[in-house]
């Protein structure tokens, strides 16, 4: 394996594998796919396309093991809400297909993304076995987050009510949606989009890493 930092490419598209392939070049990375990568070795840089099928767990999931890599995704079309998805999924840099190579080399030339700071939340163990709500953060993006465990993992998101400030985590939730216990709004947790009124806002989330048993929240300087 080579001793240069790494490029994992969570893409198969060849226009984009092409435009990275020369970004390494230029940037002393090697580009491997993660099945040709070494397993224990940290990337750099990843790249994901997000119009893959599970495109977004692979994001959460990325973020999650490898919280100081800088992630980059690429849409076939421009497309606002999976673009805000990606961001808020934990993506650095995302641009259409064709222009990701540009954005990156743009951020790559900026230098090291911006982490901030971890807010340890629970032991894994805690939360074995259990879905929905897991566990509520009263103050640590000051104000109060609920995390919740669905079938893709776990997943932070605001816990007040964009329309009147009701608790979220205390309303039903169903297959990743949250609805609010006083007018009924709902928003997917995995995403923050709002899927029905009155509210009109989507809610906050906040990309989640896990450490040594740990996870922790990850929020913006
Ligand atoms: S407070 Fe949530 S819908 Fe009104």
Not at 41 to 55: Q, S
Request: glycine share 12%; hydrophobic share 40%; net charge negative.
């Amino acid at each position: 394996m080579g001793s240069s930092p790494l490029l994992l490419l969570w893409t198969a598209d060849p226009k984009v594998v092409r435009a990275l392939d020369s970004l390494a070049g230029e940037h002393g990375l090697t580009a491997r796919r993660p099945d040709a990568a070494d397993p224990a070795e940290t990337p750099a840089v990843v790249v994901v396309d997000l119009d893959a099928p599970g495109a977004y767990d692979a994001l959460v999931d990325v973020r999650g093991r490898w919280p100081d890599a800088l992630v980059a995704g690429h849409l076939g079309l421009p497309d606002r809400e999976r673009w805000l998805a990606a961001e808020r999924a934990g993506c650095d840099v995302v641009a259409n297909r064709g222009a990701l190579a540009a954005a990156l080399r743009k951020r790559l030339a900026a230098g090291a993304p911006r982490r901030g700071r971890r807010v340890p939340l629970f032991a894994l163990n805690d939360a074995a076995g259990r879905l929905g709500c897991v566990h509520k953060e009263p103050a640590g993006t000051g104000e109060p987050v609920a995390v919740y465990h669905v079938g893709s993992g776990f997943h932070a998101c605001a816990d007040r009510c964009p329309h009147a400030g009701a608790t979220l985590s205390e309303g039903e939730m169903e297959s990743g949606v949250v609805t609010c216990p006083r007018h009924g709004s709902q928003f997917d947790v995995t995403t923050g989009q709002r899927l029905r009124g009155p509210a009109d806002t989507d809610i906050a989330t906040y990309p989640t890493v896990s450490d040594g048993g740990q996870l922790y929240l990850l929020v913006p300087d």
